[in-house]
């Protein structure tokens, strides 16, 4: 099918590349030029495995395409919207950039008028994908739909390939034939739904998602305050089937460029009609502070933080991505340069942004230099290349063998054996 997608950020360019991959022949459409000419060139503007080769190989195949103008997407039978929806000042969505997009397709559509499917993948509030029917009504055969996206940054490629599931919510019967054409072959189990059931669907599994984060990190203060262990805690609690394993891990707290925005948005839409979630409030309080538990932690350990030399492993939000929105290592940096502690720091690709916001901070060329001379060594993101070490060489390095897992992700027991001062998050 001739689809075209609109914005090419995280979502729209995976996007483009998975729905070239099954086939369809794909325009992608950004706003900014320098983006677009990158991608042309089979550079991805964001680092995700697999993804740069992919955007190559569709692009030499001649299925995938990029351009700044809508009206190159004459043709196409299908349109999504992957533009971003982030948090405005007063934590709703600010949709601003849809409303943009929306105005774009108005424009193709008076020029090339067609029948076509406009896709919603952003996340929008609940009703939005109705106010948009609304707008292009006038337009004979255009229909609206919304498709959520649910992939994860760091394996964004695989999940567009193969999703979890995939949900449509429209309600016209052209737009879901459409979209069952598009997906066919994609083997996820469906479900079929309203627009305003589909948005919902994606505000509420982040929201939970977030919930089991911050539960088990609230969890895990109460472990380190009984000398109990969260990471066993979490195994038992996941072989239960009603529980399962996944998004058990304690840690340092939640980022991203999804669970902050959309679970302020959905409390913001809740308050607006009446309804408050007051569980949700919860988490994000616990999100909130759980980088200051974390360091006050290290506080009690160390004492005064300030002339003492601190490393700090992984800067992204979470391995396997560049993206650093909303990091908890930025909360982390900031406080132990209030404490006026030497920081040192290491990440496999985000250094250049991080650099941007904290230039005082001792960026190092690898992970095993950024233990040189310090007092204590804190991982805040799992890479493999932070996880991974000769511990030997690294105890010979540190000025004391003092070390602080905010991922529960370093070998604890092999530690401990080996002479280091080890602290998790909630482990014994
Ligand atoms: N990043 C994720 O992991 C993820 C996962 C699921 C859903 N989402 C949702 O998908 C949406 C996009 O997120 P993202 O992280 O890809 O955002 P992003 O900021 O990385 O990318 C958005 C892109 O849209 C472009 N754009 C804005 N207005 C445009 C217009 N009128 N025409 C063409 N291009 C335009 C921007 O230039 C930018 O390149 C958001 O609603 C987000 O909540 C994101």
Redesign the pocket.
Known sequence: MKVAV????????TTAVSLAMNGHEVLG????KA?VDQLRMGKS??YEPGLEAALAAMLAQGTLNFTTD?ADAQDAEILFV?????ESADGT?DLS?LQ??V??IAKLQQASPRSRVIVI????PVGTGDRIAEQLRDFKGVHVASN??????GS?LQDALQPSRIVVGTDHPDAAAALEQLYEGVAAPRVATTRANAELI?YASNAFLATRISFMNELARLCAALGTDIVTVAQGMGLDSRIGPEFLRAGVGYG???FP??TIALLQLARHHGIPLTILEQVREVNATQPAWFLGQLQKRLGELRGKTIAVLGLAFKPDTD?IREAPALKVLDALQRAEAHVTAYDPIAMPAVRALFPRVHYTATAAEAFQGAHAALLITEWKECVRLDWQEVKAAMAAPVLFDGRNAWPAKELKEAGFDYTGVGRS
Do not use: H, N, W
Request: proline letters at 7%.
């Open positions: 609109i914005g090419t950020g995280y979502v729209g360019v459409i950004d706003l900014v983006k503007p964001i809508i992957c533009v971003g929806t982030p969505a950039y943009g997009a105005a774009d993948k952003s996340t929008v959520p996206e649910f992939l994860r940054e964004a994606k991203g460029s999804c925005k959309d993206d």
